[in-house]
């Protein structure tokens, strides 16, 4: 990584460049950039750098798009766009896109099979100023296609009303709370955000602990989705263990626990501890002041390292975009600086994939979330994920409902492995 921003790339370029959104969870609403941050209309602007982001990643990327444009002398645009991935394949192909789409590190499988990005050009050595595992998301087919900026992983929130301490295992955690459930102060011990449908994301740091997994990987690490292993001994003794959290079992997990209601349980005080992600920190921050503690989530007595799925969010460059020299050097140059990440890190308080900034970070709840990405593995960015969330969700409420595990872990691999054609 370079340590200062470059200087303005040469004055006689003028191609143009449109805005993309960044995807990820949960920062608050940000202000209009020059076009609606509830904007979907899927259109380059007029500007000559146009940026497309998630539209609550809006307001800080443009602070930095800003400096870009006047050091350049050009226009830039950061649009706040709905449905960013989608949207931005649709555009790209039509050649109404942006140059710079904003998002998120499992989106480049797909992007890649669609041919809207292009690798980006940056040396091995600018590459050692990143967390290894940010790199490692943010490359696909042994190309980087994405910058990354920011890392996020679910960790483990805990009341301290009900849960002080930290705890080594999951088991722990519930034996901590099981007081305050028994004396119907609380109405859980633990939440662990499931609903009607599953939630495979949130499941998988228990799933991983017991000895399960989704895709395998080859001899370079990649990801294989010809290695499915839901229907192992391992990940079927996983599901069992899963299953005795489940109404069949001790009631902790439950399928009445869903998006729409997680967070409240936790921040009302109906429940001592909830596994969730960085997005959530606004909210209990303001329910509970300091009376609450962050940590990796914890796994299985005798069991692993509960991994969960990290995700990093990076700025990629669009194949079709009109600007493409400008583009690139946005995003390889300008943004590929200390200066810059420093920035982004002070704007967005998201947890930083520099490696350069998280030394001078002394948030503990930062540091603490960085601590969880350390214990995860990237998300899955080949395209075949888009078929493995649903029907493993519906396993797991399945499961946790009392269906029975080595039957549906069996018959939810058959599933996927018709889908992404491995049967």
């Not at 370079?220 to 069949?248: F, M, V």
């Amino acid at each position: 990584m370079r340590k200062t921003a470059p200087a303005a790339v040469l004055a006689g370029l003028s191609l143009l460049l449109a805005g993309c959104t960044a995807s990820g969870g949960g920062t608050a609403p940000t202000a209009d950039a020059g076009a609606s941050p509830d904007s979907t209309a899927a259109a380059r602007g007029g500007e000559d750098l146009v940026i497309w982001a998630e539209p609550t990643r809006v307001d800080y990327i443009q602070k930095l798009a800003d400096a870009f444009a006047e050091e350049n002398g050009i226009t830039v645009g950061v649009q706040g766009i709905v449905d960013t991935r989608q949207s931005f394949i649709t555009a790209n192909s039509a050649g109404n896109g942006p140059d710079v789409v904003a998002g998120a590190h499992d989106w480049i499988g797909q992007l890649v099979q669609n041919g809207a990005i292009d690798p980006l050009q940056i040396s091995a050595s600018d590459l050692q100023g990143y967390l290894p595992v940010a790199v490692q998301a943010a490359t696909y087919d042994s190309q980087l296609y994405a910058l990354p900026w920011a890392v996020e992983s679910v960790a483990l929130y805990c009341n301290t009303a009900y849960a002080p301490g930290t705890y080594a295992t999951i088991e722990d955690v519930i034996a901590a709370a099981q007081p305050a459930v028994d004396a119907g102060t609380i109405e859980v011990p633990m939440i662990l955000q499931q609903g009607e449908l599953g939630d495979a994301y949130h499941m998988q740091p228990l799933f991983t602990s017991a000895g399960g997994y989704v895709f395998g990987r080859d001899a370079d690490g990649n990801y294989d989705p010809s290695d499915l292993g839901l229907d192992t001994p391992e990940s079927i003794a996983a599901a069992q263990k899963i299953a005795a959290l489940g109404s069949a079992g001790d009631d902790t997990i439950r399928t009445s626990i869903s998006s729409d209601n997680y967070l409240s349980l936790f921040t009302e005080g109906k429940a001592a501890c909830m596994v969730s992600g960085p997005w959530s920190l606004p909210d209990v921050k303001e329910a509970l002041g300091d009376a609450y503690t962050i940590q990796p989530v914890p796994g299985f007595a005798g069991g692993a390292t509960a991994q969960p799925f990290m995700g990093a969010q990076g700025f990629m460059v669009a194949s079709e975009g009109k600007n493409k020299s400008f583009a690139q050097e946005f995003v390889t140059n300008y943004l590929n600086s200390d200066d810059a990440m420093q920035q982004l890190y002070d704007l967005s308080g998201q947890p930083p994939a520099s490696s350069a900034v998280l030394a001078g970070v002394t948030d503990e709840d930062v540091l603490n979330f960085e601590s969880a990405v350390t214990n995860a593995a990237p998300m899955p960015a080949i395209p075949a994920m888009a078929e493995v969330f649903a029907p493993l969700g519906l396993a797991w409420a399945a499961i946790i409902s009392g269906e029975d595990p080595a039957a549906t872990m069996d018959s939810t691999k058959k599933t996927i492995a018709t889908a992404i054609g491995d049967n």
